[in-house]
């Protein structure tokens, strides 16, 4: 008598392959001090920057369904926060990147108990409105420059390396280690019991609430979580600029509006889709930037050709069509050998 089995798995030898090479990357990246130039390495820390960005704006608006156009709050929020942590408080900027991650987190929770009373369209509103409540609280604090803002003094970035290669390359190295934090963490909490569920809201709100899945708490831990991440990554953006001002700190285009634009060209509610769309994004830029306005209106237009033509992004475009998986998230059923008995 034959029989015929099957296997629920997570894996996927895309996935495998895709990890292997991203070893090689990774270790190709972390020697960048030694073959790339001051520019490239800037140019690639920010890139590592912005796909940390999109990977949390991601996970907040793609899985649990909390589209925020407000998130630059936590970037300018921990950016001043790593200036007054080191200006008055004496901490080394490494520590201060952690307090103001640790501030960033705290400082979300009420906001998180404010405007969760919000809905749909209102609550991304009232994101927006929390970003501009902190910004013009923070131009009122004159012991950091006010609204023209403040440059972090000579003594504390000379405290991070002795000589300016060296500051250089510590930047890099802490811009990307904290996109691989980033990834990782992502990928990691999508495989627990909590990302279980966080993708079951994704998918049907209403079922998974009635499965006994408790929507609110979810979606505030991940909102808390990914405000107390992005002030830290705030925190690394400053001290790499190593100045700052409301108006720099609380931009809705830099740190929202090209952010949103990355992942939904990428692919939301998905892991690959903001490394694709950073990808995307920066040869855009690079390519285009000298073009004044016209960047802009290509962007624009860029976004509107793939929402219409690919709506799940690009990635998703390439996941429906090849059936291809590179971070394994999803389970698969695989039958296995017929065996005779």
Known sequence: MSVQTHSVSRGSQSAKVAAFLGVIVLI?????????????????GEMFLYLSLACLWNLMAGYAGLV???????????????????MFAGLPPLVAIVGAGVLGALISIPVAALIFRLRGAYFAIGTWVMAEVFRLSFAQVSSLGGGSGSSLPVGIVRSLAGSRSARESLAYWMALGAAVVVIAAVYLFLRSRRGLALTAIRD??????????DVWRIKFVVYVVTGGLTAMLGALIFLQKLRISPDAAFSVNDWTAFVIFIVVIGGIGTLEGPIIGT????????????????YLI??????IVVMLKAPRGVWGFVRERYDIQLFPLAYHVQKKPKTDK
């Open 28 to 44: 190709v990246l972390i020697a960048a001090p030694w073959w790339a130039g001051r520019a490239d390495m800037r140019l690639m």
């Open 68 to 86: 925020s156009v407000g998130q630059q709050a936590y970037v300018g929020f921990g950016g001043y926060m790593l200036f007054a942590l080191t």
């Open 204 to 213: 049907n709100e209403l079922a998974a609430a009635s499965l006994g899945i």
């Open 279 to 294: 990808l995307v994004f920066f040869a855009l830029r690079e390519t285009l930037a000298d073009l004044g306005t016209i």
């Open 298 to 303: 290509v962007l624009g237009f860029v976004a």
